[in-house]
């Protein structure tokens, strides 16, 4: 297309074109084919006039040259008609297409081939909080120690994954299992495994049960996240809306953190840490990406860190606990 509009762009500044030169005279295409059959006419008149002599070889010659003549004027006729000019047609100007989607208009930064918790977390400074949603993290196990080094240094981690049990995970497992060969029964036990591993931590080093959460929801699959959002601290208080009623003392509520950065992915057939990732910097898309998360979260059931001796985060029996109802009284209170 460059090309193109720069031989159009030489053809508008150029000189105009001079009217081309009539030939020489003794440059005449049509000369030699004529010649050639004059010539072969003499021959076949002479060979007929001149009797049995000369009927052999001249007579020969002369349909001869008569046959070359003819195809001679045939391609010099051919050949002028193609060199003859034509009218030149007036240029056009190009109508312009409409203008293409901006990528930045959505905050889209590019596309990363291979992406897993230990890449994010490089880039996630102390004081910031990451958001983690998958079905379920095949790596986490061998993860954990860079996790448990972020966690040190300051970062705070959500974990939000698939219960065990639900439906939505048992069908991701039939797309992955020609892949992979996981059972629904192997992921309950790596689930038991994980938790049980994470209070082992917990309970050697504070700052894993302190920072990291780890919750399960029985939903859609949606789609694999990485969120990093800001620290609390360096959000504005004058963004935070208070509806204290005027004479009363209310504290204000918990700044929410923005969103810095998102990676989202997709399911086909093969596992999450084995997707590309989208990337998306700060903006409205990545804010849609952080309310899905939230809602999903706040569904959700923390199987980590758990009271001593409660055993409801076992994959075998992950449950939502429910307040007990008051007994109703005489008095109906």
Known sequence: MLEIRAAAQDRSTAEPRRPARAAAPGRRPAAVPASLLALGAALVVVSLLGGAAWSGLPRDAG???LTVGGVGL?????????????????????????????????????????????DVLRDVRPGQELWWMDTFPLTLAGDLDAIR???????????????????????????????Y???????RRGFDTLVHQLRALGEADPAVAERLEVRVHDGSTGAPLFLVLGDPATVDPATVDLAADPGTTQQAPPATPEVVRAYSSYYLLDASQDMPYLEWRQGPFAERLHGYARHHWAEGHTVFPIAPGDRSASAFNVRTERAPHPAHGADGS
């Not at 060969?181 to 992921?187: K, T, V």
């Open 63 to 65: 349909f001869a040259l």
């Open 74 to 118: 045939l391609l010099t006729a051919g050949t002028a008609r193609g060199h003859a000019p034509r009218p030149v047609e007036e240029q056009r100007p190009a109508v312009p297409g409409p203008p293409a989607p901006r990528n930045d208009q959505l905050g889209l930064v590019g596309i990363r081939e291979e992406l897993d918790v230990v």
């Open 149 to 179: 080094r972020s966690l040190d240094a300051g970062v705070r981690v959500r974990l939000l994954v698939l219960d065990p049990r639900s439906p939505a995970l048992a069908a991701r497992l039939r797309e992955i299992r020609q892949h």
């Open 181 to 187: 060969g996981l059972s629904p029964m192997d992921l």
